[in-house]
């Protein structure tokens, strides 16, 4: 399962008990289940395999199923929260199995997440050198937006240990998400060292070259996290953006696609996929894959980048068929709805504009230009230019 770098064996998950009720599960062909359940979520740092709908198993009897899939923040991390059913005390323990991962729960070894930090730190008195539970309640620390007093756990699992991959790889990815690139960059060497098939590791390694344009050694940890575990979407997906990068959009669309494949559910690829082909000026299937992005995205504020990219994308299409004001200036709105910041503020410039309306049009443009960082001020200037000029916006 080291090849798949399976989340249940990789990571420390805590478990929520959060509503009891009473179901009648319906029965597969071979199986049929019925009775009282438990609803539970788990915070995996990769459950993209995971999707609504897979079975719950135990001893390979159906015993629940993934009721939802969404990102939410932990600490300062992205994490996936699957909601899952199960039997309620069926033999103790919960196997979850999907394509992408296969690992065993017991539910005697679980930790309500409320309690991992007392229960770690109880642990702790009795047993002060045990790294793996300074590891446990860094992360516990770091899910409760403490991850400063996190971070110092995870030094000293390291200090005790300094084989211990997880508190290196969870200590990289704090570094991450801090933009201390060096940092990170030197721990994820660290994991791969200690776990040449860690596939997450190259990957997120992957993801600091690709921010410093070194293309060359993101693409090998790239394919070298694919050859690890070639059912992962995400993989597949930010190989494809290397590819966007080198103007190699049939090579990035071949990639998109088998990330689609893979999951059909994740919006990312799909938002990939559609600028690939609004690049190779495939208008038509560009806003079918934006409107599927869309309809998948994620049901919070992060929601609104999608929502911008189709007011751009219907207010500015060179193809005039494509084009329709008004249902821009809605997706634009909706946009505006969920986060207010320039991007959303110029999708409603655009919008405006496509619609002959420049006054708002020039109203957005400069409320969006107002609040943009320094390094696009320029960019969007020009476009306030343009709506000044009476000009509606293209993209090209």
């Known amino acids: 399962m080291r090849g798949v770098a399976a989340p249940l064996i990789k990571l420390i998950a805590f478990l929520v008990v959060t509503t009891m009720a009473t179901l009648v599960l319906a029965g597969t062909i071979s199986n049929t289940t019925y009775g009282e359940t438990e609803t539970y979520k788990a915070l995996f740092s990769d459950a993209s395999g995971v999707q609504e709908g897979d079975d719950v198993r135990i001893a390979g009897v159906r015993v629940g199923s993934v009721e939802g899939i969404r990102l939410v923040r932990s600490g300062n991390e992205r994490v996936a929260e699957v909601t899952f059913t199960v039997i309620k005390d069926k033999n103790g323990r919960i196997l979850v199995e999907s394509r992408r991962q296969r690992g065993w729960i017991a539910k005697g070894d679980a930790v309500l997440?409320?309690?991992?930090?007392?229960?770690?730190?109880?642990?702790?008195?009795?047993?002060?050198?045990?790294?793996?539970?300074?590891?446990?309640?860094?992360?516990?620390?770091?899910?409760?937006?403490?991850?400063?007093?996190?971070?110092?756990?995870?030094?000293?699992?390291?200090?005790?240990?300094?084989?211990?991959?997880?508190?290196?790889?969870?200590?990289?990815?704090?570094?991450?998400?801090?933009?201390?690139?060096?940092?990170?960059?030197?721990?994820?060497?660290t994991v791969i060292r200690n776990d040449p098939e860690f596939d997450w590791a190259y990957h997120v390694r992957g993801w600091i070259y690709y921010r410093r344009n070194d293309y060359d050694k993101a693409l090998v940890d790239y394919e070298k996290a694919i050859n690890l575990a070639p059912t992962e979407?995400?993989?597949?997906?930010?190989?494809?953006?290397?590819?966007?990068?080198?103007?190699?959009?049939?090579?990035?669309?071949?990639?998109?696609?088998?990330?689609?494949?893979?999951?059909?559910?994740?919006?990312?690829?799909?938002?990939?996929?559609?600028?690939?082909?609004?690049?190779?000026?495939?208008?038509?299937?560009?806003?079918?894959?934006?409107?599927?992005?869309?309809?998948?995205?994620?049901?919070?504020?992060?929601?609104?980048?999608?929502?911008?990219?189709?007011?751009?994308?219907?207010a500015g299409c060179p193809e005039a068929k494509f084009r329709n004001g008004k249902k821009?200036?809605?997706?634009?709105?909706?946009a505006y709805q969920l986060a207010k910041g320039p991007g959303e503020m110029s999708?409603?410039?655009?919008?405006?504009?496509?619609?002959?309306?420049?006054?708002?049009?020039?109203?957005?443009?400069?409320?969006?230009?107002?609040?943009?960082?320094?390094?696009?001020?320029?960019?969007?200037?020009?476009?306030?230019?343009?709506?000044?000029?009476?000009?509606?916006?293209?993209?090209?």
């Open 113 to 189: 997440l409320d309690q991992a930090v007392t229960h770690f730190t109880n642990q702790l008195a009795l047993h002060q050198e045990d790294s793996h539970a300074f590891t446990a309640r860094g992360v516990a620390l770091m899910s409760k937006k403490e991850s400063d007093k996190g971070l110092a756990d995870l030094n000293k699992a390291i200090e005790l240990d300094p084989k211990a991959t997880l508190a290196y790889y969870h200590r990289a990815n704090l570094a991450y998400e801090r933009m201390e690139y060096d940092k990170a960059l030197e721990d994820y060497n």
């Open 347 to 396: 999708a409603l410039a655009a919008a405006h504009a496509e619609l002959g309306q420049f006054d708002k049009a020039i109203e957005w443009q400069t409320k969006a230009g107002d609040s943009a960082p320094v390094a696009f001020k320029d960019a969007y200037r020009n476009r306030l230019k343009m709506y000044q000029d009476q000009k509606p916006y293209r993209f090209e």
């Open 233 to 314: 979407t995400v993989f597949y997906r930010d190989r494809g953006n290397i590819a966007m990068m080198r103007k190699q959009y049939d090579q990035a669309l071949a990639d998109f696609s088998k990330s689609i494949e893979l999951d059909p559910k994740y919006s990312s690829p799909l938002l990939q996929r559609s600028r690939a082909w609004m690049l190779k000026k495939e208008y038509g299937k560009a806003l079918a894959d934006y409107k599927k992005a869309v309809e998948l995205a994620p049901k919070d504020a992060t929601a609104s980048f999608y929502h911008a990219g189709l007011a751009l994308f219907l």
């Open 328 to 334: 821009a200036l809605e997706a634009a709105e909706r």
